[in-house]
């Protein structure tokens, strides 16, 4: 391995968790090691040791492995865990496994449980990678189909008119009259051409930037900044920005493309709310196990999703016409997102408001 390799062990019997150590020292293996022998200082460790690997017998006093298995699940984490405990049956074994344990070794005989331990690693750390490649993969194709459509339905139309009107000014006997009017057709078609290519530009950046240095980045500091940037358009449309981030106010992350997905939503709640309504914008955070999540809410137009919920994060998809946009500002927000590993969610009624729900993962550092 190529760290130390941190090992959670759930274990009641003093003489049997100090046997495990003796066996890994011996083994060669670069560890660190807490027992636990209790359901809290297992929920405990979880959280603030962060194993790599969980080993556990299976009855406890007051716990056991199934349960500490359903915890494992309920955290977040995917951790390899490995049941030793005394001689079991086979079938307890095959029920254990199907629970989630990646392997079981005996007591009497831990010799195997070295091995054991770098079988699992090897095989999570194979399935991560995997995992990752797939989705990358899926991704891509997404990525493929949205620029397929883009050109399709965005620059054909443009090319097209570009074409027609070139053909037309090659016509004999047009007035100068004409020729101005062909030409400045030409000249928007060539400007909405540049404006797709651009966005297209913007997308593939956020691809190109995922590398950069991550930092800590309060939420709280990101709302202030924004209220600050935008003062002129909150105080003419009578903004009230509430924000709660006391739960969690920090995350590291890339710094530009939060504050991106911030201004995004802020910014999309401004301008899809209710004219004679007092507008509220509520910003919030949650933990839950390794997951954080940040919650947008306002009380705008809204709209039907049973109707446009598939085209909600769509580029150049908008729901209200006569209001002024592109219908990039969804689509640049979920890019990001997702660029950061997230993923993101939405609710809205129509005269009731919207609802964005972000969720990151935890990183282990």
Do not use: C
Request: hydrophobic fraction near 40%.
């Amino acid at each position: 391995m190529a760290h130390s390799i941190n090992i959670l062990h759930l274990e009641d019997v003093q003489t049997d968790a100090e046997l495990v150590e003796r066996t890994l020292q011996k083994s060669g293996l670069e560890f660190e090691k807490i027992w636990v022998s209790t359901r809290a200082g297992f929920l405990q460790a979880l959280q603030g040791f962060k194993p790599d690997v969980i080993l556990s017998d299976h009855s406890l006093p007051s716990f056991n492995s199934f349960e500490a298995l359903q915890l494992l699940k309920e955290t977040g984490p995917d951790i390899p865990f490995i049941l030793v405990t005394s001689n079991v049956s086979e079938e307890f074994a095959v029920s254990v496994m199907k629970e989630g344990a990646f392997d079981y070794v005996l007591k009497d005989r831990l010799q195997r449980l070295p091995s054991a331990i770098l079988n699992a690693l090897s095989k999570f750390q194979s399935d991560a990678e995997k995992q990752v490649y797939l989705a990358d993969l899926i991704q891509r194709n997404k990525d493929l189909e949205q620029f397929a459509y883009v050109v399709s339905h965005h620059l054909r139309a443009p090319v097209a008119n570009i074409i027609g009107a070139s053909r037309a000014l090659n016509k004999a006997g047009l007035n100068s009259e004409d020729k101005e009017k062909l030409n400045a057709g030409i000249n928007i078609s060539v400007m909405k051409i540049d404006e797709v290519i651009k966005d297209l530009n913007r997308i593939l950046q956020v691809k190109n930037d995922i590398n950069k240095t991550k930092e800590v980045v309060r939420f709280s500091e990101l709302v202030s900044d924004i209220k600050i940037a935008i003062r002129d358009l909150i105080d003419k449309n009578d903004i009230e920005i509430k924000h709660d981030f006391s739960v969690v106010n920090e995350f590291l992350t890339l710094k530009p493309y939060l504050y991106s997905i911030f201004f995004n939503l802020i910014s999309n709640s401004i301008k899809y709310r209710r004219p004679q309504v007092h507008s509220i914008i509520e910003i919030s955070s949650r933990l839950s196990g390794n997951t954080i999540t940040l919650i947008f809410r306002d009380n705008g137009m809204g709209f039907d999703l049973n109707k446009r919920g598939d085209q909600v994060f769509g580029l150049y998809k908008r729901f209200h016409p006569n209001i002024e946009g592109k219908g990039v500002g969804l689509f640049m927000v979920k890019t990001h997102v997702e660029s950061l590993g997230g993923k993101i969610s939405v609710a809205s009624e129509v005269d009731k408001g919207t609802e964005f729900r972000i969720e990151f993962k935890l990183q282990h550092e």
